[in-house]
């Protein structure tokens, strides 16, 4: 049989000449078989669905999610720092605590009005919280799905778990912690004293009362922890896609997660005990 193959494989019909058993040349169509996968069918159209932005398929994908797990913790854990270094004011005076906040309110003012560049950056700050949180999510459903099977060692199985639950359960008491300390010092609706623009002020009758300090130092205790692990993993996971990491400078890094953890928890801890002291207030 000769086939001339006119058309498309996929669809137009294919024209075939043969012999007939008395001899005779005969031409007939025929509908080619199915070479390429029918990609009409959902299945397949899901698979090779493209985004028209690359940073969305990147961002779907898990090393995207690593990336912004990793770039939003860092930016996160640049505002935690700059927050600690900005209260410490509270140890220089009510004036300069104050005139402090003041001047964050008036950045740029008045080429941007009064609390505009603070606003860009309270965007920037819960666009990365929620990024960071969904990210987050989705890699640790995407793990459970690609580890039904436990870790070779029952020792590596362990310390990945505590951590992970370690992540997440300090990662939803900082969460928490973040809501009512908003409610508390920013929008006044947890503080019975809460007077606008008298940050110092507000400060001290909060933490003057007992149980509100210790929800601050626990809150502390547990973004110390998330600290921790999180810049670890930041340096694990941007690391493994690296290929000049080396793993012998792994003591640097814990170290250098240890002592970020420790600075912004611990002097964030000395503000409630200082209150509750009487050495601020
Ligand atoms: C004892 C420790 C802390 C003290 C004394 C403190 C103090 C304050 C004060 C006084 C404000 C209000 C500033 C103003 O609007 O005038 C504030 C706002 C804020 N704090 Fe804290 N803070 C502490 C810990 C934290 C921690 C651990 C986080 C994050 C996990 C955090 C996140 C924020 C955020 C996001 C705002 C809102 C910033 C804004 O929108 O202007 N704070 N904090």
Redesign the pocket.
Known sequence: MISLGHGSARSSPVLVTAFSKKGLLVTATKEPPALTPDISSPTIRKANRRSTFAIIDLYKSSVGKKWIMALTGIMLMGF?LV?MIG?LK?YVGAEDFDQY?EFLRKLLYPIIPETGV?WIF?LG?LAAFGLHIQSAYALTRINRKARPVNYKSPRDYVAVNWAARTMRWSGII?GL??VW??AD??WGWANPDFVYGN?YA??AASLSRAPIAAL?II??IA?GFHLYHGAWSIFQSLGSMSTRFNPRHNPIRRGFAAGFAILVAGV?IT??IAVLTGVVG
């Open positions: 935690v927050h209260n509270m906040a603070l309270r700050l900082v912690f973040l300390h908003l010092l920013t940050p507000n400060v601050y809150a502390n973004l964030n503000f409630p």
